[in-house]
């Protein structure tokens, strides 16, 4: 083991729920059980542990690949994924279910699976079923594409978050071109785009597959299916597509989205106080 080192970073996690039936089971398991595990263990180097529930998937919002659970933000001093951070004095609750709750592996294989919240975090992809999504990224924007200057008093923003992974036949570099030189620009002239911010992956961290994050703000759902599925229609087709509507890429694998509010839903190191059920 090594000296720690100071690496500011933030990450994003896509939490899904594959069924209604499970979301007030994995809503109950984040907030009666990880939350204060995981401020037990990391508040000491976190900054910001936040969660962002979810809006409604929009019209043609699954081929986008939208995640229908929450968003969970972190704001890291030090690098998680560090040797000096595996051990650990009590070890994390993570029940097999969580994994079939939010689809990661398949509904009836909860009782195969034996492994620890690390594993869990690493399920998916090579199963059938969507991989776990876990996201390095700087703590700061890279790119600020359009809208800098807005303020609180231009009003909410709808908030459309996603991830890009591009695909087999795609080079990285082919990828960040069509993204970068094409997709953002054609968004950054639509009128109803507000703001556009984007930034690389660090995928050295984790070895996560995704390879871009970039976030859009909209007046509501309404300007963003006029943008990303009206405006976008004729959008060129990559040669290396596999699909042949924008956004060309296979949904929740490759394209993963979540529409969130401003501001989180439990910003937990500020306003958790415990699993206080209504009596």
């Not at 700061?140 to 992974?165: C, H, I, Q």
């Not at 109803?192 to 007046?219: A, G, P, Q, Y």
């Amino acid at each position: 083991m090594g000296e720690i080192t100071y690496q500011p970073l933030r990450s994003l996690i896509f939490v899904d729920c594959v069924k209604e039936e499970y979301r007030h089971r994995l809503q109950h398991w984040l907030y009666y059980y990880h939350v204060p595990e995981s401020i037990a263990k990391f508040e000491p180097w976190v900054t910001k542990y936040a969660f962002y529930n979810a809006l409604p998937t929009p019209p043609e919002g699954e081929r986008f690949g939208t995640y229908r659970m929450q968003l969970t933000e972190h704001y890291w001093m030090v690098n998680p994924s560090s040797v000096e951070s595996l051990i650990n004095a009590m070890s994390e609750y993570f029940p097999v279910q969580a994994l079939q709750w939010q689809g990661t592996i398949p509904d009836g294989d909860a009782e195969t699976f034996a492994g620890s919240g690390d594993d869990a975090r690493s399920t998916g992809g090579d199963n059938g079923c969507p991989p776990f999504i876990l996201a390095y990224l700087p703590i700061f924007w890279e790119k600020d594409v359009k809208g800098a200057g807005r303020t609180m008093m231009d009003g909410p923003n709808y908030r459309w978050l996603f991830l890009v992974s591009y695909p087999e036949g795609c080079s990285e570099e082919e990828g960040e071109k069509w993204m970068l030189e094409e997709v953002l620009p054609a968004f950054a002239e639509m009128p109803e785009v507000n703001r556009i911010l984007t930034s690389r992956v660090k995928k050295e961290i984790n070895n996560t597959h995704m390879d871009r994050c970039v976030e859009m703000w909209f007046d509501g759902p309404e300007e963003w299916y006029r943008c990303a599925v009206e405006k976008m229609a004729n959008f060129p087709k990559p040669a290396w597509a596999k699909y042949d509507t924008f956004p060309f890429l296979r949904p929740q694998f490759e394209f993963a989205s979540l529409f969130l509010t401003d501001i989180p839903t439990s910003d937990n190191l500020k306003q958790y106080r415990g699993y206080l059920p209504m009596r």
